[in-house]
């Protein structure tokens, strides 16, 4: 039985070398092969991740310093449009001072000139009932000339008041 045993074992010993021969001539290199192959397009794989996630990044980046523009443009033209509005509300006010100033002066104009024409019209009217009651009062003292003349005195010292 010992002996039997022996033969199994360098049998079963022989049979693993062999096996072990056949594995490496016939499976061990397509499988190294192929292991090498999976780790070479997982690295690739790994890489391209990586690059792309580097892309990803700076095209990040780039978006965000582009919207960060944009946004300071939007601020600009926001203040530009703030200070035009400004500057037609000044404008605008300029324009109705103006305005007002032309109506308000040419209210004046007119007022002085009517009261102007009102000072001649009560002037002469004045003048007038004056030389009706002068006339009447001095009708046979005074002559034409002499009557001229007190009526110039008075209407001269009507127009100085």
């Known amino acids: 039985m010992v002996q039997l045993d022996v033969q199994q074992i360098i049998s079963q010993a022989l049979s693993f070398l062999l096996l072990l021969w056949v594995l ?11 292991l090498d ?5 997982i690295e690739e794989g790994l890489r391209s991740i990586a690059q792309q996630k580097d892309e990803v990044a700076t095209l990040q980046a780039q ?5 960060a523009t944009i946004h300071e443009e939007a601020r600009g033209k926001i203040q ?3 200070l035009e509005g400004k500057r037609i509300a000044l404008e605008i006010q300029e324009e109705a001072r103006a305005q007002g100033r032309a109506v ?5 104009e007119t007022v ?10 009560l002037r002469d009217e ?5 030389m009706e009651a002068l006339e009447r009062i001095l009708r046979q003292k005074l002559d034409a000339q002499a009557d001229r003349a007190l009526v110039d005195a008075v209407l001269g010292e009507l127009e100085q008041k």
Do not use: C, D
């Open 104 to 108: 308000l002066n040419k209210a004046k």
């Open 126 to 130: 004045v003048a007038g009932m004056t």
């Open 80 to 82: 530009e449009s703030i």
């Open 112 to 121: 002085e000139l009517e009261l102007a024409k009102a000072k001649v019209t």
């Open 37 to 41: 192959q999976r780790r070479a397009h």
């Open 24 to 34: 490496r001539r016939f499976a061990w290199r397509p499988l190294l092969t192929m």
């Open 63 to 67: 978006y965000s310093q582009k919207l």
